[in-house]
């Protein structure tokens, strides 16, 4: 904590003063960036409402522990000294991760679904992941999705779909990238013979760890080319920081990790993503959304340790590929009932549904004194709880789920569940407009060398021209 607070005080304005002599440097005709450490922090799903909710959680929270002297500018990722917008409109209309992951990555504007690549023509996109490769520098994927997800596999893979976990699992071990590390590498066989992704991995070189220890037995000399699934891998995922059961194994040390094996005279790319800030704001679900948030910042902040060491060398970007949820909040609360209404939440949605609310047998009683003890006293018996347990404890089959009217109120989720989060929410100001993706502009935050060039209005797909500007 100490380390933060001190960046509060005297880093970031060292950083303010490196950015504008970086500026400087570059208006003054000097073409070179030369990053040769390049960090591209994806929050999936991450948009300006979803990086000021996070901040303001921690900034109750330093009031509530007694610090009034913070309000602001708590998140790292916040307080770097450039900043920008993207849009992220894909082929298709409202993007995807695919198509946008694709536009980061590969400079490519293509249509939702496809992975670094145009379906149509058949046409194959290389990512920036892959032109750092060429360059001789080592490369390096993190995410809290499976390792085979859109988002990471644009950077190492091409598909004309991104369901095809198979190809792109088998992809990703062919890639010979240097470091994998997040959830799972997924089987992804359907009615496929061949060896399973993790397996042919193994037999190209990939040194497997699965366990807590491996992890942290891995040495920066000697390791090889590693993949480092997290121990605790539930559908694929890392566990919801919220549900607060991840073997103490963070995105942030996934990071540090990456830094130690991939740090070389040669340089690294490293491409993280924070992939469940997605999942909560698909479920409407602010409190997992901020945890999510805020473990993805403090991934960003060991990046930012090892660029306070080589400032000249060294290149961040954070950014995401689209914003979830159509996140927003109003003026309900103070900042403290802010942090104190969403840190009673006990657990993800996904926690909430797997274990509470599939109950057929409970009483509506028993089941609203549950949900508040789970998300908090803010649940009120209204009609609109009530008729939404009326439809979780009706079969499936049988409630008409493709309705517009029902799809606009739960989506694909357990309803029961759902209305409580929206009360929940509702009670701090905090609405969503819908289960999906929105066309919202997306903040880009940037440090180092390189980072004044992304400051400015532009399309995604210039991240990726950006960052190979940079590298130069
Ligand atoms: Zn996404």
Redesign the pocket.
């Known amino acids: 904590m100490n380390f933060r607070k001190f960046y509060g005080s005297h880093v970031r304005f060292a950083r303010v003063l490196m950015t504008l002599l970086g500026a400087i440097f570059i208006f003054s005709g000097a073409a070179e960036a030369g990053a040769k450490y390049v960090f591209l922090f994806?929050g999936?799903?991450m948009g300006t409402a979803q990086r000021n909710a996070a901040e303001l959680y921690l900034a109750g929270m330093r009031m509530e522990n007694g610090d009034d002297s913070v309000r602001d500018s708590q998140l790292v990722m916040n307080s770097l000294p450039v900043s920008g917008e993207i849009r992220t409109n894909s082929l298709s209309g409202i993007?995807?991760?695919a198509a946008?992951?694709t536009a980061l990555a590969t400079g490519r504007k293509t249509s939702n679904g496809a992975i670094a690549m145009n379906p149509a023509s058949g046409e194959k996109f290389q990512s920036v992941a892959h032109a750092a490769r060429r360059k001789g520098m080592k490369a390096g994927i993190v995410t809290s999705s499976f390792l085979q997800d859109?988002?990471p596999a644009v950077f190492f893979g091409h598909s004309p779909k991104r369901t095809d976990l198979y190809a792109l699992g088998v992809q990703l071990s062919d890639s010979g990238f240097d470091y994998f590390a997040g959830g799972g590498l997924l089987d992804g066989r359907v009615g496929k013979n061949g060896p399973r992704p993790l397996d042919a991995a193994i037999s190209k070189g990939y040194r497997v760890v699965n366990t807590p220890e491996g992890f942290r037995s891995l040495e920066a000399k000697g390791s090889g080319r590693v993949i480092a699934t997290h121990p605790r891998v539930s559908g694929g995922y890392m566990p919801w920081v919220i549900d607060g059961d991840d073997a103490g194994v963070t995105l942030a040390d996934f990071v540090d990790k990456g830094i130690a094996l991939l740090d070389g005279k040669e340089g690294f790319f490293m491409m993280v993503e924070g992939?469940k800030i997605?999942l909560a704001c698909h479920a409407n679900d602010a409190a997992a959304a901020v945890h999510e948030v805020i473990a993805f910042d403090r991934a960003v902040e060991r990046a930012v340790k090892f660029l306070d060491a080589r400032p000249d060398e060294t290149l961040i970007v954070v950014t995401?590929?689209?914003e979830?949820g159509g996140m927003t909040y109003s003026a309900s609360c103070d900042v403290r009932q802010f942090y104190k209404v969403l840190s009673t939440q006990k657990g993800s949605y996904a926690a909430f549904e797997r274990t509470i609310s599939p109950r057929r047998d409970a009483k509506f009683d028993a089941a609203l004194g549950a949900a508040r003890a789970f998300f908090g006293p803010y649940i009120g018996d209204s009609k609109g709880v009530r008729s939404a347990y009326a439809l979780s404890m009706t079969p499936k089959n049988k409630r008409k789920t493709g309705r517009p009217e029902y799809k606009k109120l739960y989506g694909p989720y357990d309803p029961f569940t759902v209305a409580c989060i929206r009360e929940s929410n509702a009670h701090l100001g905090i609405t969503w407009t819908t289960f999906y993706?929105t066309g919202k502009n997306i903040p880009v935050s940037a440090i180092g060398a390189g980072a004044s060039m992304f400051s400015g209005e532009y399309e995604n797909t210039e991240i990726y021209h950006k960052l190979m500007a940079a590298m130069n």
């Open positions: 994806i999936d799903g993007t995807d991760s946008a992951g859109a988002t992939g997605d995401s590929d689209h979830t993706h």
